[in-house]
Protein backbone atom coordinates (compact mmCIF):
# COMPACT_ATOMS: atom_id res chain seq x y z
CA UNK A 1 0.00 0.00 0.00
CA UNK A 2 1.41 3.37 -1.43
CA UNK A 3 1.89 5.63 2.14
CA UNK A 4 3.73 8.84 2.79
CA UNK A 5 4.84 9.90 6.57
CA UNK A 6 6.28 13.17 7.50
CA UNK A 7 8.15 13.44 10.43
CA UNK A 8 10.37 15.97 12.11
CA UNK A 9 7.81 18.55 13.20
CA UNK A 10 7.87 20.20 16.98
CA UNK A 11 8.78 23.07 18.87
CA UNK A 12 11.77 25.65 18.25
CA UNK A 13 11.94 29.44 19.13
CA UNK A 14 11.94 32.24 16.67
CA UNK A 15 15.22 32.30 14.59
CA UNK A 16 15.22 28.56 15.09
CA UNK A 17 15.59 25.19 12.42
CA UNK A 18 13.75 22.08 11.61
CA UNK A 19 14.46 20.03 8.95
CA UNK A 20 11.36 17.28 8.52
CA UNK A 21 10.94 14.28 6.46
CA UNK A 22 8.31 12.63 3.92
CA UNK A 23 9.36 9.08 3.77
CA UNK A 24 7.23 7.09 1.14
CA UNK A 25 6.57 3.20 1.41
CA UNK A 26 4.88 1.08 -1.38
CA UNK A 27 6.03 3.30 -4.16
CA UNK A 28 9.46 4.40 -5.39
CA UNK A 29 9.30 8.35 -4.76
CA UNK A 30 11.33 8.93 -7.56
CA UNK A 31 9.07 9.04 -10.33
CA UNK A 32 6.93 11.91 -8.29
CA UNK A 33 7.33 15.47 -7.95
CA UNK A 34 6.68 16.50 -3.85
CA UNK A 35 5.14 18.99 -2.56
CA UNK A 36 5.08 20.71 1.15
CA UNK A 37 2.44 22.59 1.86
CA UNK A 38 0.73 23.77 5.50
CA UNK A 39 -2.42 24.34 7.32
CA UNK A 40 -2.73 26.93 10.26
CA UNK A 41 -6.07 26.80 12.01
CA UNK A 42 -8.99 28.97 9.86
CA UNK A 43 -6.70 28.95 7.12
CA UNK A 44 -6.33 27.34 3.63
CA UNK A 45 -3.78 24.42 2.80
CA UNK A 46 -0.80 26.58 1.55
CA UNK A 47 1.24 25.27 -0.98
CA UNK A 48 5.28 26.05 0.47
CA UNK A 49 7.62 24.49 -2.05
CA UNK A 50 8.10 21.64 -4.61
CA UNK A 51 10.35 20.46 -6.51
CA UNK A 52 10.50 18.17 -9.23
CA UNK A 53 11.23 14.47 -10.17
CA UNK A 54 13.38 15.63 -12.82
CA UNK A 55 17.08 15.64 -12.99
CA UNK A 56 17.52 19.45 -13.16
CA UNK A 57 16.22 19.12 -9.44
CA UNK A 58 13.74 22.04 -10.35
CA UNK A 59 12.09 23.75 -7.54
CA UNK A 60 9.36 26.43 -6.70
CA UNK A 61 9.50 28.25 -3.00
CA UNK A 62 5.97 30.68 -2.26
CA UNK A 63 7.80 34.18 -0.93
CA UNK A 64 6.91 33.48 2.27
CA UNK A 65 9.70 31.35 2.90
CA UNK A 66 12.28 31.70 0.00
CA UNK A 67 15.64 31.98 1.36
CA UNK A 68 15.14 30.44 4.18
CA UNK A 69 13.37 27.22 3.05
CA UNK A 70 14.66 24.11 0.70
CA UNK A 71 13.68 21.07 -0.08
CA UNK A 72 16.47 18.57 -0.73
CA UNK A 73 15.39 14.52 -1.51
CA UNK A 74 17.64 11.82 -1.36
CA UNK A 75 15.54 9.02 -3.84
CA UNK A 76 17.83 5.97 -2.81
CA UNK A 77 16.78 6.73 0.74
CA UNK A 78 12.67 7.17 -1.37
CA UNK A 79 12.92 10.07 1.39
CA UNK A 80 12.04 13.95 0.71
CA UNK A 81 12.75 16.95 3.03
CA UNK A 82 11.88 20.24 3.92
CA UNK A 83 14.96 22.40 5.37
CA UNK A 84 13.32 24.93 7.57
CA UNK A 85 15.61 28.09 8.90
CA UNK A 86 15.01 31.09 10.00
CA UNK A 87 11.49 30.17 11.39
CA UNK A 88 9.02 33.05 11.83
CA UNK A 89 5.95 33.09 14.35
CA UNK A 90 4.14 33.47 10.92
CA UNK A 91 5.53 30.28 10.50
CA UNK A 92 3.63 27.22 12.76
CA UNK A 93 1.24 25.06 11.08
CA UNK A 94 0.69 21.81 10.01
CA UNK A 95 2.95 20.22 7.41
CA UNK A 96 2.14 18.25 4.91
CA UNK A 97 4.44 16.54 2.28
CA UNK A 98 2.84 14.72 -0.71
CA UNK A 99 3.06 13.43 -4.58
CA UNK A 100 1.94 14.19 -7.85
CA UNK A 101 2.87 12.60 -11.36
CA UNK A 102 4.03 14.54 -14.22
CA UNK A 103 4.67 17.88 -12.26
CA UNK A 104 7.62 20.27 -12.53
CA UNK A 105 8.21 22.63 -10.04
CA UNK A 106 9.59 25.81 -11.00
CA UNK A 107 9.12 29.38 -10.42
CA UNK A 108 6.17 29.16 -13.06
CA UNK A 109 4.04 26.68 -10.45
CA UNK A 110 2.21 27.69 -8.15
CA UNK A 111 1.16 24.43 -5.74
CA UNK A 112 -2.31 22.99 -6.50
CA UNK A 113 -4.12 20.79 -3.51
CA UNK A 114 -5.34 19.24 -6.80
CA UNK A 115 -2.55 17.90 -8.43
CA UNK A 116 -1.40 15.81 -5.74
CA UNK A 117 -2.73 12.67 -5.06
CA UNK A 118 -1.08 10.91 -2.05
CA UNK A 119 -0.53 13.15 1.06
CA UNK A 120 1.04 11.98 4.76
CA UNK A 121 -1.14 12.25 7.36
CA UNK A 122 0.89 15.91 8.52
CA UNK A 123 3.54 17.16 11.64
CA UNK A 124 2.65 19.84 13.68
CA UNK A 125 5.38 23.41 13.91
CA UNK A 126 5.36 25.45 16.39
CA UNK A 127 7.27 28.59 16.90
CA UNK A 128 7.10 30.04 20.39
CA UNK A 129 9.72 31.29 22.69
Known amino acids: QAQLAESGGGLVPPGGSLRLSCTAS????????IGWFRQAPGKEREGISC?????????YYAESVKGRFTIPRDNAKNTGYLQMNSLHPEDPAIYYC?????????????????????WGQGTQVTVSS
Open 26 to 33: GFRLGYYA
Open 98 to 118: ATGPDLYCDDTYNPDVRDFAS
Open 51 to 59: ISSTDDGAA
